[in-house]
């Protein structure tokens, strides 16, 4: 049984950075292409970027680029998602997602999220 | 803005059935995924690909598609029901998007 285990909440102020961590176990990160999420309060899903595994490159949603970057520790099982540039539009939910079961654009397997908050 | 457009809330009576809709051009080409929500807690897959449930999804929940339009139907809907639910595929560039969501309240 996989399963997602992200670090806990920030707060952190505007223009500093982040890093969230989600450690996989029941498989090894190789196996799987790791994607982020993030959910302002109150709002939808938003996907931010992902592992391509038809290009073998990590993907980043256009509205993120230059701010965000993705990376795995395939020693520790943990992935990473940094973003950078924080501003107050930045709170939300952050949650790793990835497939082990479903195939296409599906996302079968979830992190318990983690709360970033940026305030002044 | 999505490129997925979802109705932002639909409710349906207890035991009823509801479909709730997700459109976008990208729909022609791909299938769309359908995850369940609820407060305070992830997102839960219900449907992927054709018509497909993950393990342990109760068979009242269906998928269909037709054109640029993904619908997610709920047979009999249960109080437990109530929730948000996403709808998400590819955009017009490849890349993965969400559509805005729906609320659904079972009356």
């Known amino acids: 049984q996989v399963q997602l285990v992200q670090s806990g909440a920030e707060v952190k102020k505007p223009g500093a950075s982040v890093k969230v961590s989600c450690k996989v176990s029941g498989y090894t990160l190789t196996e799987l292409s790791m994607h982020w999420v993030r959910q302002a309060p109150g709002k939808g899903l938003e996907w931010m ?5 038809e290009d073998g490159e990590t993907i980043y949603a256009q509205k993120f680029q230059g701010r965000v970057t993705m990376t795995e520790d395939t020693s520790t099982d943990t992935a990473y ?19 082990v079961y479903c195939g296409g654009d599906c996302f079968d397997y ?5 709360l970033v908050t940026v305030s002044s | 803005s999505s490129e997925l457009t979802q109705d932002p809330a639909v409710s349906v009576a207890l035991g009823q059935t509801v479909r709730i809709t997700c459109q976008g051009d990208s729909l022609r080409s791909y299938y769309a995924s359908w995850y369940q929500q609820k407060p305070g807690q992830a997102p839960v897959l219900v ?15 269906s998928g269909s598609s037709s ?10 809907a249960q109080a437990e029901d109530e929730a948000d639910y996403y709808c998400n595929s590819r955009d017009s560039s490849g890349t993965v998007v969400f559509g805005g969501g729906t609320k659904l309240t079972v009356l």
């Open chain 1, 110 to 114: 979830w992190g318990q999220g983690t």
């Open chain 2, 47 to 61: 449907i992927y690909g054709k018509n497909n449930r993950p393990s342990g999804i109760p068979d009242r929940f």
């Open chain 1, 49 to 53: 970027g992902g592992f391509d595994p």
């Open chain 1, 81 to 99: 998602m940094e973003l950078s540039s924080l501003r107050s539009e930045d709170t939300a939910v952050y949650y790793c997602a990835t497939r």
């Open chain 2, 67 to 76: 054109g640029n339009t993904a619908s997610l139907t709920i047979t009999g």
